[in-house]
């Protein structure tokens, strides 16, 4: 939570930070095609990425671990709930749309990181294998990356939702862990 309160008052004070944030962006942006960082900053759609998150939690409350895929569900409705208010709180203006505002943190990117590591975190008790947490990170990663290369985000908005998304993620990962144990060892007692 350090490392977003400080890019979070990097931008809200104007602080030395955005200058190399701005440099890096402007070096980057439209590097690749528009028609690949597009469909790469698409993953971090809604429409995309929470239907990930719902099939492995369905999955996995099949499977008995009720309190991973609620922890995961509780972990993608706080999204826009702590994403929306910063947004609106330091009104950043865009990279490419600097009369706009609400650039920071990137929703994309916060969507994209809860939704698909939320889903391998949930799915690996089953699969005991790290592919889903490597594939998770990957798309993730192509989310933030296409975001910042299309100059949807500055590459700090994309830090801060990644930075955002650890304490979410630490609680998904805590409750699958517990869910996993009472499954594995039968139904919980009272049931």
């Not at 809200?12 to 942006?29: H, K, M």
């Not at 509780?74 to 609400?102: N, S």
């Amino acid at each position: 939570m350090l490392g977003l309160a400080l890019t979070t008052w990097q931008v809200l004070v104007s602080g030395p930070l955005l200058a190399p944030d701005e440099r890096l962006s402007r070096a980057l942006v439209r590097a690749v095609p528009d028609a690949a960082t597009e469909r790469l900053s698409d993953l971090g759609n809604v429409e995309v990425a929470v239907p990930v998150l719902a099939l492995a939690a369905l999955y996995a409350a099949r499977r008995g671990n009720r309190p991973g895929a609620l922890a995961a569900a509780v972990a993608m409705a706080l999204v826009p709930a702590f994403v929306v208010p910063l947004k609106e709180w330091t009104a950043r203006p865009g990279p490419l749309e600097p009369w706009a505002a609400g650039y920071f943190p990137s929703g994309h990117t916060a969507t994209a990181a809860v939704a698909y590591v939320g889903a391998a975190l949930l799915l690996r008790p089953y699969t005991r294998r790290p592919w889903p947490v490597a594939v998770a990170l990957a798309l993730t990663a192509a989310t933030a990356c296409g975001l910042v290369l299309r100059g949807w985000h500055w590459p700090l908005d994309v830090m801060a939702s990644l930075l955002l998304c650890v304490p979410l993620l630490r609680t998904v990962a805590g409750a699958v862990g517990r869910g996993g144990r009472r499954s594995a060892g039968g139904p919980a007692p009272g049931r």
